[in-house]
């Protein structure tokens, strides 16, 4: 039940949309929110996200569906009170990957038109104050359509935007180089207030880039080999298998930052040899620049430049969850190696979102 308060001690709370395995709910908590509830159709991401997020609980909600959403949102705030109410969401982003080819029948094309449809249709008074949206960057040009319908249908909703922006992460603290497009949207008396704005946010949150040495380099963590599939010690410290083959060439790739193009001209496999592009895959991270982007597939040589600085092998999941500011994430054990990959290649880094949580409440403090 909604509390109306007049004083400055504002009950602020948020609600995550496709919350995969929580990591903007982790990142909004740092900042100080009371998120209560993460909803994703996907029973897989249900463990980490509860484990992860001590008082957010996990809805299984099928987002295709607007009335059974509705429906579970009704239910998960009709015990709780708040002043401010933040909605974020971070929409499947496969239909509109640069990797993906174009279908305009993916159903998962409109499930950010079906969110802010969900909003339109909630009573008034569960309609949230702040709105978080994130995506991958060539949204802008493969999604047009669905953004540009969704900044109208905000709009129809006497939402103010911030025009869509696209953000690297390793500009505010991730060590890793990850461009994605956001956009927040507030209700006409927040976006009143100067500090809404993209300039602010920037001249505000941007840090200094961190490195792939600062994350996972001095001794942070035991060297392992290839194909360690338990850890005792740590169980996300495992690694995928490498045959023979792909172990001696990336012993072939001497230093970090090194490439395929050091191997055995006879190494190179024919589609390497009529093409000179992809020069990340099998190649190394380098310890003093940020990361690449870590995808769904972020623990395997074959699939980007996920190969450690100087060991031999593939980066570790917990690795891979370091360099998305998930340092101690859990997932359920036993670990399998392709589904964990995936709930962390998805995730938003939880260091950008907590900026972006601080950024909403500095709005909400100056109002």
Same mark, same amino acid.
């Given at each position: 039940m909604r509390r109306k308060s007049s004083d400055n001690n504002k009950k602020i709370i948020a609600l995550d949309f496709?919350?995969?395995?929580?990591?903007?709910?982790?990142?909004?908590?740092?900042?100080?929110?009371?998120?209560?509830?993460?909803?994703d159709n996907n029973s897989d991401v249900e463990f980490a996200y509860n484990?992860? #997020?001590?008082? %957010?609980?996990f809805c299984k909600t099928d987002l295709t569906n607007i009335n059974e959403t509705i429906k579970n949102v009704k239910s998960v705030l009709s015990n709780v009170e708040w002043d401010i109410l933040i909605f974020a969401a971070c929409a499947p982003c496969q239909p509109f990957s640069m990797h993906t080819r174009s279908n305009a029948y993916d159903s998962r094309r409109i499930l950010l038109n079906n969110f802010i449809e969900i909003i339109a249709r909630l009573p008034r008074k569960l309609q949230p104050s702040f709105i978080f949206c994130e #995506?991958?960057? %060539?949204?802008?040009n493969k999604g047009k359509d669905i953004l540009k319908k969704t900044l109208h249908r905000l709009e129809e909703m006497k939402y103010s935007c911030l025009s869509p922006e696209i953000i690297n992460a390793a500009d505010y603290g991730v060590p890793q180089n990850r461009k994605r497009l956001f956009f927040v949207a507030a209700k006409k008396k927040f976006s009143k207030s100067k500090r809404f704005s993209w300039d602010y946010f920037h001249n505000n949150y941007k840090s200094k880039h961190k490195t792939v040495r600062d994350a996972i380099g001095n001794g942070r963590l035991?060297?392992?080999?290839?194909?360690?599939?338990v850890n005792n010690k740590d169980h996300l410290h495992v690694t995928r298998a490498l045959s023979k083959d792909n172990l001696r060439k990336l012993k072939d790739i001497t230093h970090d930052g090194g490439s395929r193009d050091?191997?055995?001209?006879?190494?190179?496999?024919?589609?390497y040899r009529r093409h000179n592009g992809h020069k990340d895959v099998y190649g190394r991270m380098s310890w003093d620049k940020p990361a690449p982007t870590l995808t769904c597939r972020c623990n395997s040589l074959s699939n980007g430049r996920f190969g450690h600085p100087e060991q031999d092998r593939a980066i570790s999941l917990r690795e891979a969850a370091i360099l998305q500011t998930m340092d101690d994430y859990r997932f359920k054990e036993p670990i399998l190696l392709n589904k964990v990959a995936e709930q962390i290649g998805n995730a938003v880094p939880p260091k950008l979102a907590e900026k972006f949580g601080n950024f909403v409440l500095e709005i909400i403090r100056e109002k």
């Open positions: 496709f919350c995969g395995c929580g990591a903007v709910t982790h990142g909004m908590k740092r900042a100080g929110i009371r998120v209560v509830a993460g909803f484990k992860n #997020n001590k008082g %957010s609980k #995506n991958v960057s %060539s949204m802008r035991p060297k392992i080999s290839a194909g360690v599939k050091m191997w055995k001209p006879e190494d190179n496999l024919d589609c």
